[in-house]
C-alpha cells in the first residue's frame, strides 16, 4: 500500500489517495472520489534519484506523487528491468560505490591515453597522404629556423662531404631514398639532430664539430633514420593531441593533421622522444651499424661526449636535448646489444 497525492491534469486541486495493487500485473487508486485502475505496464513512474519525490503518470493525464520511495518501489517490483533500476540506485547511494566507480573510470582512462591513443596515432601517422607529410616538414623546419636554428657556418666543402656520406647511407636503407640531410648552427640546441616528417634530418654544426670521425656521425643520423621510418615525429605530434585524434579516427578526416602542425616544432625541441620510441630509434641504428661493420661503439663515444659536455660544448639541459644520452643508452652501444 501507498499513500500519495493525487492531481487530474485539468486543476490545481490536490487529493489524497491510497494505491494498491489489484492483481500482480496492475494498481489501483481509490480516495476522496477517486477509484480507478491501470496496468503496470500502462503507468510511466519517475526513476529514483536519491530521496526525491516520485511521480505516478496515468495514460489519461493525471498523476500521483509521493516521498514513500520504498513504497513505490514495492510496488514496482514486478516489472521488468525495475529490479536493476533499484540495483543502480543501491549503487548511486553509496558512497563505496562511488569511489569504486571513480577509480575504474580513472584506470580506464589511464588505459585509453596509455594505450588506445598510441595505437590510434601509430595507424594515422602511417595513413597520411605524402603531400600532408611534406608540408608539415617544411612547416616544421621553417618554425625552427624563425626560432632556434641559424644558417650553418660549415664549410661548402665538409657539407658536400657529409651530404655524400647521408645519401650513402639511404641509398641502402628501403623506402629512404628521399631522405634529405639539412645543417643548421643553433646556440640553444647545441650538439644535436632532429627527425622531422617528410625525410628531413637536421643537423648542428656543434654535432658536426664535435664528432672525431664520420662513423659517429654515422651513428647518429642512422638514430635519426629511425625515427622517420618509424613516424616518430607525427606520432608525438597526434599523440600530444588526444582530441584532435580522436576526431580524426571518428571522422577519418586526415587532412586535419596540417592543423597542428604549428605545434610540432615545439614539440621537438622541448620534449623529448617517449622511452619506446628512443628505443626504435637506438635499436635501428645497431642494425645498421652491424650490417655496415661500423663498430657500436661510435655512437656510444660521441653520447659520453654530449653527456660529459667535454671539449667546447657546455652540458644540455635535459629539457633541451631531445636525445638525452643516458648510461643504459650508452652501454648498450657499448656491448653492441639492441634495448631490452
Given at each position: 500500500?501507498l499513500?500519495?497525492?493525487?492531481?487530474?491534469?485539468?486543476?490545481?486541486?490536490?487529493?489524497n489517495?491510497?494505491?494498491?495493487?489489484?492483481?500482480?500485473?496492475?494498481?489501483?487508486?481509490?480516495?476522496?472520489?477517486?477509484?480507478?485502475?491501470?496496468?503496470?505496464?500502462?503507468?510511466?513512474?519517475?526513476?529514483?534519484?536519491?530521496?526525491?519525490?516520485?511521480?505516478?503518470?496515468f495514460?489519461?493525464?493525471?498523476q500521483?506523487?509521493?516521498?514513500?520511495?520504498?513504497?513505490?518501489?514495492?510496488?514496482?517490483?514486478?516489472?521488468?528491468?525495475?529490479a536493476?533500476?533499484?540495483?543502480?540506485?543501491?549503487?548511486?547511494?553509496?558512497?563505496?560505490?562511488?569511489?569504486?566507480?571513480l577509480?575504474?573510470?580513472?584506470?580506464l582512462?589511464?588505459?585509453?591515453?596509455?594505450n588506445?591513443?598510441?595505437v590510434?596515432a601509430?595507424?594515422?601517422?602511417?595513413?597520411?597522404?605524402?603531400?600532408?607529410e611534406?608540408?608539415?616538414?617544411?612547416?616544421?623546419?621553417?618554425g625552427?629556423?624563425?626560432?632556434?636554428?641559424e644558417?650553418?657556418?660549415?664549410?661548402?666543402e665538409?657539407?658536400?662531404?657529409?651530404?655524400?656520406?647521408?645519401?650513402?647511407?639511404?641509398?641502402?636503407?628501403?623506402?629512404?631514398?628521399?631522405?634529405?640531410i639539412?645543417?643548421?648552427?643553433?646556440?640553444?640546441m647545441?650538439?644535436?639532430?632532429?627527425?622531422?616528417p617528410?625525410?628531413?634530418?637536421v643537423?648542428?654544426?656543434?654535432?658536426?664539430?664535435?664528432?672525431?670521425?664520420?662513423?659517429?656521425?654515422?651513428a647518429?643520423?642512422?638514430?635519426?633514420?629511425?625515427?622517420?621510418k618509424?613516424r616518430h615525429?607525427?606520432r608525438?605530434?597526434?599523440?600530444?593531441?588526444?582530441?584532435?585524434?580522436?576526431l580524426?579516427?571518428?571522422?577519418?578526416?586526415?587532412?586535419?593533421?596540417a592543423?597542428?602542425?604549428?605545434?610540432?616544432?615545439?614539440?621537438?625541441v622541448?620534449?623529448?622522444?617517449?622511452?619506446?620510441?628512443?628505443?626504435?630509434?637506438?635499436?635501428?641504428?645497431?642494425?645498421?651499424?652491424?650490417?655496415?661493420?661500423?663498430?657500436?661503439?661510435?655512437?656510444?663515444?660521441?653520447?659520453?661526449?654530449?653527456?660529459?659536455?667535454?671539449?667546447a660544448?657546455?652540458q644540455?639541459?635535459?629539457?633541451?636535448?631531445?636525445?638525452?644520452?643516458?648510461?643504459?643508452?650508452?652501454?648498450?652501444f657499448?656491448?653492441g646489444?639492441?634495448t631490452?
Amino acid at each position: 500500500m501507498l499513500k500519495g497525492r493525487y492531481y487530474d491534469g485539468s486543476s490545481s486541486r490536490q487529493r489524497n489517495v491510497t494505491i494498491v495493487p489489484s492483481s500482480p500485473s496492475a494498481l489501483k487508486v481509490i480516495g476522496d472520489g477517486i477509484s480507478f485502475t491501470y496496468p503496470l505496464s500502462d503507468i510511466k513512474v519517475s526513476s529514483r534519484i536519491g530521496n526525491t519525490r516520485r511521480h505516478l503518470n496515468f495514460p489519461d493525464g493525471s498523476q500521483c506523487e509521493t516521498d514513500d520511495n520504498d513504497a513505490v518501489d514495492r510496488l514496482l517490483s514486478g516489472i521488468r528491468g525495475e529490479a536493476t533500476r533499484r540495483l543502480l540506485h543501491q549503487w548511486e547511494s553509496s558512497i563505496g560505490y562511488v569511489l569504486g566507480a571513480l577509480l575504474i573510470t580513472v584506470a580506464l582512462l589511464w588505459l585509453g591515453v596509455n594505450n588506445a591513443i598510441p595505437v590510434l596515432a601509430k595507424r594515422i601517422a602511417f595513413s597520411l597522404p605524402a603531400t600532408t607529410e611534406r608540408m608539415l616538414g617544411q612547416q616544421a623546419l621553417a618554425g625552427l629556423d624563425k626560432t632556434v636554428l641559424e644558417p650553418t657556418r660549415l664549410s661548402l666543402e665538409r657539407q658536400t662531404e657529409l651530404k655524400a656520406l647521408f645519401a650513402n647511407m639511404t641509398s641502402s636503407i628501403e623506402g629512404a631514398q628521399d631522405y634529405q640531410i639539412e645543417f643548421r648552427s643553433s646556440r640553444k640546441m647545441g650538439p644535436n639532430a632532429l627527425a622531422l616528417p617528410s625525410g628531413i634530418v637536421v643537423i648542428t654544426d656543434a654535432l658536426v664539430n664535435l664528432s672525431k670521425t664520420d662513423n659517429e656521425l654515422v651513428a647518429v643520423l642512422a638514430h635519426e633514420i629511425g625515427h622517420l621510418k618509424q613516424r616518430h615525429a607525427l606520432r608525438r605530434l597526434l599523440q600530444s593531441s588526444t582530441t584532435g585524434i580522436l576526431l580524426i579516427a571518428i571522422t577519418g578526416d586526415l587532412s586535419s593533421v596540417a592543423s597542428l602542425g604549428a605545434w610540432l616544432p615545439v614539440l621537438l625541441v622541448d620534449t623529448k622522444y617517449s622511452r619506446s620510441f628512443e628505443t626504435e630509434a637506438d635499436d635501428f641504428s645497431l642494425d645498421y651499424l652491424h650490417r655496415h661493420n661500423i663498430p657500436t661503439q661510435s655512437f656510444a663515444d660521441i653520447l659520453q661526449r654530449i653527456e660529459s659536455g667535454s671539449g667546447a660544448i657546455g652540458q644540455l639541459p635535459d629539457f633541451i636535448s631531445t636525445h638525452p644520452a643516458t648510461p643504459e643508452r650508452i652501454r648498450n652501444f657499448r656491448l653492441g646489444r639492441n634495448t631490452d
